[in-house]
């Protein structure tokens, strides 16, 4: 069983940064897969970011390329959702999930461990 911790959400004006976590505990490999996704009120959850291969590979929402990043913290099965140059479309409830799956090079076909989701809010 994955346990998902998401941390490090809060407000911040446009333009301004922040840094979210994701730890998933519970197993002893490196997990293939691991993403951030957000979710605005009355709209459907959309995936941001993923860290897949065993941390990497790295793919991107359009609408956050060159403004956020996703990298593998130090820490085993931590990854880390750096936000830059926030704007106010970028807000929501920002949930971290993985497969649980050990890293053998396949893809990411369902994200089975939720985190309980950390709130971002920017205002113009």
């Known amino acids: 069983q994955v346990t998902v911790v998401e941390s490090g959400g809060g407000s911040v004006q446009a333009g301004g940064s922040l840094r979210l976590s994701c730890a998933a505990s519970?197993?002893?490999?490196?997990?293939?897969?691991i993403a951030w996704f957000r979710q605005v009120s009355g709209k459907e959850r959309e995936g941001v970011a993923t860290?897949?291969?065993?941390?990497?590979?790295?793919t991107y929402h359009d609408s956050v390329k060159g403004r956020f990043t996703i990298s593998q913290d130090n820490a085993r099965n931590t990854v880390v959702l750096q936000m830059d140059s926030l704007k106010p479309e970028d807000a929501g409830m920002y949930y971290c999930?993985?497969?649980?799956?050990?890293?053998?090079?396949?893809?990411?076909?369902?994200?089975?461990?939720w985190g309980q989701g950390t709130q971002v809010t920017v205002s113009s």
């Open positions: 999930a993985t497969d649980g799956m050990p890293d053998a090079g396949g893809s990411c076909e369902q994200w089975k461990y």
């Open positions: 860290l897949y291969g065993g941390g990497r590979m790295k």
């Open positions: 519970g197993v002893s490999y490196i997990i293939q897969c």
